[in-house]
């Protein structure tokens, strides 16, 4: 496989403790607001459920603080993480789980299918690596437009079984695109355990094949995550093309709110919860380097739950768009001449 | 019994009757399928005959397709129908013309769930018509559970490919299902209800909708002949005409969006062959040119409903 | 000029006025593509501006939906339209309902070569009722090389993705095209003849064989309207109901298997906005619901040609 | 890269002599029978062309060489080769590209769509890798009767970057399944160098990241092929899976009848057609080794081109199908109630 090798002038810095200490405070709200999201999809308050992504914040959140704001991201079917991280306002976000017009999409997408064009996200996506064939299609876009600009396509471990994330993985590395493929590899897709359907050492060195710098990186470490998709922006940036980053991570819920499969052993469960919480370890780190007092976390942890409140609200007093509307702006031609209904 | 839970016992029933079908999709063998419509089948049979899958559409089909031509009778569940789009060519290209080409039967039966319903743009496809114009295939939507399992059997038998959609608002429906030997033929429809003054053409859970307007119309006095497709192709035409002939008057319900449904469709159909048993023009009543949006007051404003219906079969009789 | 050579003219003029054109697919910058249509434009705009890809069409297209939304505007060339079964997921579920979810255009060209001809049962694909039926997308299939010029300026100067099919059996076809502002609006029907006996309606080739159906009934006396659609998704609605009006007779003409055809779809519309217009049924000419066959005799069975269109006029007319 | 293995105890033999001077023969078939519709194409005689696979003869000889009949093969759009190779009679298959009712699939299908099922072709392939998903579900298909069959899969380099192809391969490697998956790697895929739009070292070694046994073989040299076919399918009937080919070979003419492009060098045709033969090759080495004699060598030219002759004047003599047929037996729906037309 072919290791990418650390660049030999860093364009990027480590973050600082203070920085840190802000950096699990989204990893917070993004915890906080996927438990609520998942409590509210219980009650069915959110028409067609979610796909929580507990346990997946590191993933999200270092990510992100190796990108610019300006770089794009496109998600896949469980993509909160990467909306919240990416800047999206969480009161938007929710209202967009509930259907409402003060949604990111107005309510027409829904929790698979959120957007924000100004901070960079350019969709979660409902299809399996279908959000990665739109980073690609942004980082040529990118290319052909010489914007230093960069893009970044999640898809999980099941999206590495699709044809067409390999299509698009080949096609950046032919173009030298700067397109950074995320597989983020919490074992299972659904109830299916991954290692069982999926050929090859690992997902990494599968890609590896397709001759671009992968590496596999642990998902529960945020600097971890940080540092790898930092050296594959530099990458990206300096013009040497595609990289790709095998995550390994678990999320803590079942694969969308409400499954109760049996399908993973509580042993396993449990040592991913106990041992591996991205947010515990970074929180631990912290106050042991002194960097985090309890009255801080207790600060993040209130911040973090006004928030998701916040949201909330926002998001139950806001009005569905006008039903008028629904098939409006299909298209420019959808009231061509004897097209108006 | 419930609409998944037909489709499940009539698969099973042929299973046992017929060592060389065999299952395939995701989450299959322990959980029954995202809609439970396999449920039980993998510990019964096996993982030799409830085979998970990677999510790999297009090998999925093409699996089957080439399993079909050695002689099983594979079962390959997409779960969503929109997901067949990343398994086109292994569709209309391969497992459609294999017979055309080289005579080589490909009995594959492909099972999806379809339909108007949550979920948002990209999993609520309506995409019957898109099968149904590919020569080759047939395409089955039921409405009921007896007409679930009745289908899957004869699908189980036929010796071509069929496409096996459940709507989703049917998931959980409840009905009287038939024995191991009750089959429902492929192209078939059904009368669902019985009347001389309005038909209403619909299929899938526009049957529900269709009786709805029915019982409606009854109540002030007009009758409404309704029949549910059930076979999108082969279209049952005959059964069609004959509604059509005794009645006049024509209502199609379709909730696809207009240009290509499955309602015009049918509409030319009736121009072409009862074009002088008309009294009046066609009522088409269908969905926009539109995505299907996520919230539900959207979807509820593009879907159409009871109210359409009724409407529109009292401005056909009212115009006599 | 040739029909291939129009659209590479367009194509052209359009790349020099705006720098953020350009044209991606199999073949292109030496070659020109396998018919030539992109010839010479490698040379003259460089690698950056026509790129050879490897055969991936679903990457192809998700990089050109991508490239849209940039703000770019790339032109997707799959060669033969019977690939894009490689790239559905990324034509339906992504390019056509961006604008939709999310408010953002995707401007977005996907060429292809169509139509009913010589290679076999699966480079012969009828798709254009495919992609017409799936909301947010347009589909052009232009019969003249003015047409395909104008359109495809029109096409690079949309917000939308725009299906561009060129037949097969037209690639060679010559006639003058429009100069560099000569657009041809999408969704515009072009009356290809004038006449008021009978309306013949149909689109790319078909529109070939409209017009020597119709120089044959006009030695007996009978002046066909001919409409040649130019767009299938927007319908030109409008032209064909003006026609249907006037003549109150309608033959639709379509090399496509006929259930799911645009013909049927067709009928269904003027069944829906012009039955009191109608003096008789609609006399709608498909091939079978068949693949295609090799071998040109076979071929030949199944296309609908100038006599069936001649005799179903004829028919119409006589039973005045 | 995996490389595979010599098995243990093999369970194939080496051709003599003999059985080496008949490949040869075989080969030579296939030459004049590819120079033959290659010419006649270019006369229009062929409607739609060919794809003529002069210079491949190697691969599809040593390939059937390790097959049994009843093993099954499907091929690509310049399958010729394996076709004849595998059996199929050179009249019915020149019928076939003529259009006549004598062909293997009574001339509905033409070049890239011959077939036939008692000698184990299932189909030459007009959809780029769509012949491998064929072979996929025939090996799926012999495991789940529980026979012995195994099933091969031919594809061209520029089918190494069709996603499809992918998928196959990964669900042979997670079922098991008897299937051989051979990229026949010319360099090109129509005018297009592939180096130029394939990321990674080589297939073979994209192959191995999907975790099968992978290997490059020289696909000029027929007792290469046959060895790592051999041992390919002896791992398929001990049931242990699914291995990978990368063959290395040459189209010695345009990718299809009449295609002059220069996007090859002169060099480059030259070397190949001057040194990498694989029919002068075996001669040589036949002659060489004292197995073949001038006149054993004139009498397979002589039987080739008779063979071809006659197969040209079987075609020619033929007659179409039936026109009124043309639309049958598409489905056993097809003349359901009103669906007559
Ligand atoms: C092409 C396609 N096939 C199937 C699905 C249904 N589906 C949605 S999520 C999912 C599992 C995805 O697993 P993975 O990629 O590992 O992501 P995770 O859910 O673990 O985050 C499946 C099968 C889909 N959305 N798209
Ligand atoms: C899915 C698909 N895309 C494109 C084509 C058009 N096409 C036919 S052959 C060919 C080149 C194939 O190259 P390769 O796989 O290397 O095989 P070779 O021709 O070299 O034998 C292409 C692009 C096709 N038939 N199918
Ligand atoms: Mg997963
Ligand atoms: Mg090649």
Same mark, same amino acid.
């Given at each position: 496989?072919?290791?990418?090798?650390?660049?030999?002038?860093?364009?990027?810095?480590?973050?600082?403790?203070?920085?840190?200490?802000?950096?699990?405070?989204?990893?917070?709200?993004?915890?906080?607001?996927?438990?609520?999201?998942?409590?509210?999809?219980?009650?069915?308050?959110?028409?067609?459920?979610?796909?929580?992504?507990?346990?997946?914040?590191?993933?999200?959140?270092?990510?992100?603080?190796?990108?610019?704001?300006?770089?794009?991201?496109?998600?896949?079917?469980?993509?909160?993480?990467?909306?919240?991280?990416? %800047?999206?306002?969480?009161?938007?976000?929710?209202?967009?789980?509930?259907?409402?017009?003060?949604?990111?999409?107005?309510?027409?997408?829904?929790?698979?299918?959120?957007?924000? *064009?100004?901070?960079?996200?350019?969709?979660?996506?409902?299809?399996?690596?279908?959000?990665?064939?739109?980073?690609?299609?942004?980082?040529?876009?990118?290319?052909?437009?010489?914007?230093?600009?960069?893009?970044?396509? *999640?898809?999980?471990?099941?999206?590495?079984?699709?044809?067409?994330?390999?299509?698009?993985?080949?096609?950046?590395?032919?173009?030298?695109?700067?397109?950074?493929?995320?597989?983020?590899?919490?074992?299972?897709?659904?109830?299916?355990?991954?290692?069982?359907?999926?050929?090859?050492?690992?997902?990494?060195?599968?890609?590896?094949?397709?001759?671009?710098?992968?590496?596999?990186?642990?998902?529960?470490?945020?600097?971890?995550?940080?540092?790898?998709?930092?050296?594959?922006?530099?990458?990206?940036?300096?013009?040497?093309?595609?990289?790709?980053?095998?995550?390994?991570?678990?999320? *803590?819920?079942?694969?969308?709110?409400?499954?109760?499969?049996?399908?993973?052993?509580?042993?396993?469960?449990?040592?991913?919860?106990?041992? =591996?919480?991205?947010?515990?370890?970074?929180?631990? =780190?912290?106050?042991?380097?002194?960097?985090?007092?309890?009255?801080?976390?207790?600060?993040?942890?209130?911040?973090?739950?006004?928030?998701?409140?916040?949201?909330?609200?926002?998001?139950?007093?806001?009005?569905?768009?006008?039903?008028?509307?629904?098939?409006?702006?299909?298209?420019?031609?959808?009231?061509?001449?004897?097209?108006?209904? | 019994?419930?609409?998944?839970?037909?489709?499940?016992? %009539?698969?099973?029933?042929?299973?046992?009757?017929?060592?060389?079908?065999?299952?395939?999709?995701?989450?299959?063998?322990?959980?029954?399928?995202?809609?439970?419509?396999?449920?039980?089948?993998?510990?019964?049979?096996?993982?030799?005959?409830?085979?998970?899958?990677?999510?790999?559409?297009?090998?999925?089909?093409?699996? %089957?397709?080439?399993?079909?031509?050695?002689?099983?009778?594979?079962?390959?569940?997409?779960?969503?129908?929109? *997901?067949?789009?990343?398994?086109?060519?292994?569709?209309?290209?391969?497992?459609?013309?294999? =017979?055309?080409?080289?005579?080589?039967?490909?009995?594959?039966?492909?099972?999806?769930?379809?339909?108007?319903?949550?979920? %948002?743009?990209?999993?609520?496809?309506?995409?019957?018509?898109?099968?149904?114009?590919?020569?080759?295939?047939?395409?089955?939507?039921?409405?009921?559970?007896?007409?679930?399992?009745?289908?899957?059997?004869?699908?189980?038998?036929?010796?071509?490919?069929?496409?096996?959609?459940?709507?989703?608002?049917?998931?959980?429906?409840?009905?009287?299902?038939?024995?191991?030997?009750?089959?429902?033929?492929?192209?078939?429809?059904?009368?669902?209800?019985?009347?001389?003054?309005?038909?209403?053409?619909?299929?899938?859970?526009?049957?529900?909708?269709?009786?709805?307007?029915?019982?409606?119309?009854?109540?002030?006095?007009?009758?409404?002949?309704?029949?549910?497709?059930?076979?999108?192709?082969?279209?049952?035409?005959?059964?069609?005409?004959?509604?059509?002939?005794?009645?006049?008057?024509?209502?199609?319900?379709?909730?696809?969006?207009?240009?290509?449904?499955?309602?015009?469709?049918?509409?030319?159909?009736?121009?072409?062959?009862?074009?002088?048993?008309?009294?009046?023009?066609?009522?088409?009543?269908?969905?926009?040119?539109?995505?299907?949006?996520?919230?539900?007051?959207?979807?509820?404003?593009?879907?159409?409903?009871?109210?359409?219906?009724?409407?529109?079969?009292?401005?056909?009789?009212?115009?006599?």
């Amino acid at each position: 496989m072919d290791k990418a090798d650390p660049p030999s002038a860093q364009d990027w810095d480590f973050p600082s403790e203070e920085e840190l200490v802000d950096w699990l405070g989204e990893m917070i709200v993004i915890r906080r607001f996927e438990e609520q999201a998942d409590a509210l999809s219980l009650k069915g308050m959110i028409p067609g459920g979610i796909h929580p992504a507990i346990g997946q914040e590191a993933v999200a959140v270092g990510v992100m603080h190796a990108l610019q704001q300006s770089d794009v991201v496109a998600g896949s079917h469980r993509s909160h993480h990467h909306a919240l991280a990416k %800047g999206l306002s969480p009161k938007r976000v929710m209202a967009e789980l509930y259907g409402r017009s003060s949604g990111v999409a107005g309510g027409r997408g829904g929790s698979m299918h959120l957007a924000d *064009f100004d901070l960079g996200l350019w969709g979660s996506n409902g299809i399996v690596g279908g959000g990665l064939g739109i980073a690609l299609g942004a980082a040529l876009g990118a290319k052909q437009l010489g914007l230093d600009r960069i893009a970044v396509g *999640f898809f999980g471990d099941g999206g590495a079984n699709t044809g067409r994330v390999w299509e698009f993985v080949n096609l950046a590395v032919a173009w030298t695109l700067p397109l950074i493929s995320i597989c983020e590899n919490n074992l299972y897709a659904v109830e299916t355990e991954s290692a069982a359907v999926t050929g090859g050492v690992s997902v990494a060195e599968r890609a590896a094949g397709f001759g671009l710098p992968s590496e596999q990186v642990d998902g529960q470490d945020v600097l971890a995550i940080f540092e790898a998709t930092s050296r594959a922006v530099e990458r990206a940036r300096a013009g040497t093309g595609p990289s790709f980053l095998e995550v390994l991570t678990y999320r *803590f819920k079942g694969h969308n709110t409400g499954e109760v499969g049996r399908y993973r052993s509580d042993e396993e469960i449990a040592l991913w919860r106990d041992s =591996r919480d991205p947010i515990e370890r970074l929180s631990a =780190r912290l106050q042991g380097a002194g960097a985090l007092s309890p009255e801080r976390l207790l600060e993040l942890e209130t911040r973090a739950h006004d928030i998701v409140q916040d949201a909330t609200k926002f998001a139950e007093d806001s009005k569905c768009s006008d039903p008028s509307t629904a098939a409006d702006n299909v298209s420019v031609w959808n009231n061509w001449k004897g097209h108006a209904q | 019994m419930s609409y998944t839970a037909a489709f499940q016992q %009539g698969v099973r029933e042929e299973m046992l009757l017929n060592d060389s079908i065999f299952i395939v999709g995701t989450d299959l063998y322990e959980r029954g399928g995202h809609w439970a419509q396999a449920k039980g089948l993998g510990p019964e049979f096996g993982r030799n005959r409830v085979k998970d899958t990677p999510i790999s559409e297009a090998a999925m089909v093409a699996a %089957g397709v080439g399993a079909a031509m050695s002689g099983t009778r594979p079962i390959i569940d997409l779960n969503f129908i929109d *997901f067949a789009y990343g398994a086109m060519d292994e569709i209309a290209n391969q497992a459609a013309k294999i =017979r055309y080409m080289w005579g080589r039967p490909v009995p594959l039966l492909i099972r999806a769930t379809s339909g108007v319903a949550l979920a %948002g743009p990209q999993h609520n496809n309506s995409m019957e018509m898109l099968f149904a114009s590919i020569p080759g295939l047939a395409v089955v939507t039921p409405a009921t559970p007896r007409d679930v399992k009745g289908l899957v059997k004869s699908a189980l038998r036929s010796e071509d490919p069929v496409i096996f959609l459940m709507h989703k608002k049917l998931t959980g429906v409840k009905g009287e299902v038939g024995g191991s030997n009750d089959l429902v033929p492929i192209g078939s429809a059904h009368r669902a209800r019985q009347g001389q003054d309005v038909t209403i053409i619909s299929h899938s859970f526009g049957t529900v909708t269709a009786m709805e307007a029915a019982a409606t119309l009854s109540k002030s006095g007009i009758e409404a002949d309704v029949i549910d497709l059930r076979t999108i192709y082969p279209l049952d035409e005959e059964a069609v005409l004959a509604s059509v002939r005794r009645t006049g008057r024509v209502v199609i319900l379709d909730e696809a969006p207009r240009f290509g449904s499955l309602a015009n469709q049918v509409a030319a159909i009736i121009l072409d062959k009862a074009f002088w048993y008309l009294d009046e023009g066609i009522k088409v009543i269908t969905a926009p040119q539109s995505p299907v949006p996520h919230s539900p007051e959207l979807v509820a404003a593009i879907v159409p409903s009871e109210v359409d219906v009724v409407a529109a079969a009292r401005a056909l009789v009212a115009s006599r």
